[in-house]
């Protein structure tokens, strides 16, 4: 089976690929159909081209193993990336709505309905990104990769918002061409509020905030599988890029030797990364039964 961050950085390729040709798109349609919802789309498709290129930067550079500088390996670059797509997100916000009211209060002319057409097949193909860039940033446990599926959401909702404000002025007719500009500018309301739902998880991670219950269960579960151990007490845990640190306290017999803890600390790491991929680290602390 591929290894998490195989999967992320090919995943990557793709959406760098995918926003490459439909921001072209958008531009040459946005142009020539007279649509500034349709430019403004481009603009944020643009962003994302750049998005996609920092986040495989920050994959490839997380993916580097731990040194004698790092080690717990180069993970926490994976947040700091995401805080600067985040940082793409809001500037194309800004543009999008700034142009927005420009054009509201400028008279223009009507959009051509060929756009119509694209606009669905972009919508249709965004959010087929979507489901497959989230499906991976789920079985990676990327928050970057998150970031980027999020982005093509954000593309397909500006392209929905194009296609209702194109629709409009269309079946409104003359003194209804502002519609499509009202549109992108509630589509640069709802890129900000995506990137505040991109930007909370990644804080979380690099504050080390308690985010991890079903993993910390699947722990406790495997541990108690592993001859020697009576139980589990503490157990914290630590994400950096695509891995788990983890630490844990592991009950055993008091009689035993410290030897004999030993062994079973390092079966128990051994058995947890085996059972668990996504783990990282592993402390195991020896505790005494009482």
């Known amino acids: 089976m591929k290894n998490a961050e195989e999967i992320a950085i090919k995943t990557t390729y793709f959406s760098i690929i995918g926003n490459v040709i439909l921001a072209l798109i958008k531009w040459i349609v946005g142009y020539f159909g007279h649509s500034y919802a349709m430019i403004a789309d481009a603009i944020e498709s643009t962003t994302d081209i750049f998005a996609s290129i920092l986040v495989l930067m920050g994959l490839k550079y997380a993916s580097k193993p731990a040194d004698e500088d790092h080690p717990y390996g180069h993970g926490r670059v994976e947040p700091l990336i995401t805080f600067l797509i ?6 194309s ?12 209060r400028t008279p223009h002319e009507m959009p051509r309905s060929f756009t119509l057409w694209v606009l669905g097949a972009i919508i249709i193909w965004k959010e087929i990104s979507y489901r497959l860039v989230s499906k991976r940033s789920r079985e990676t ?10 982005h093509h959401r954000s593309d397909a909702l500006t392209s929905i918002a194009a296609f209702i404000g194109i629709s409009i002025a269309l079946l409104a007719g003359e003194g209804y061409e502002s519609a499509d500009d009202w549109a992108a500018l509630l589509a640069s309301g709802v890129i900000l509020y995506n990137s505040y739902l991109i930007f909370r998880p990644a804080l979380g ?10 993993l910390i269960d699947r722990i406790r579960k495997v541990s108690l599988q592993v001859e020697g151990v009576m139980g589990t007490e503490k157990c914290f845990i630590r994400k950096a890029g695509l891995k788990y640190h983890v630490d844990l306290h592991a009950i055993v017999d008091a009689s035993i030797s410290v030897k004999h803890g030993h062994d079973i600390s390092h079966r128990l790491k051994d058995i947890l990364r085996e059972k668990l991929p996504e783990l990282g680290q ?3 602390h020896i505790e005494p039964d009482e």
Do not use: C, N, P
Request: proline share 0%; glycine share 2%; aromatic share 12%.
């Open 86 to 91: 985040v940082g793409f997100l809001i500037t």
């Open 93 to 104: 916000a800004t543009i999008i709505a700034y142009e927005s009211i420009q054009y509201i």
């Open 205 to 214: 991670e690099i504050m080390d905030e308690h985010r991890y219950d079903d």
């Open 141 to 150: 446990s990327s928050s970057s990769l998150k970031a980027d599926a999020w």
């Open 282 to 284: 592993v402390l195991i």
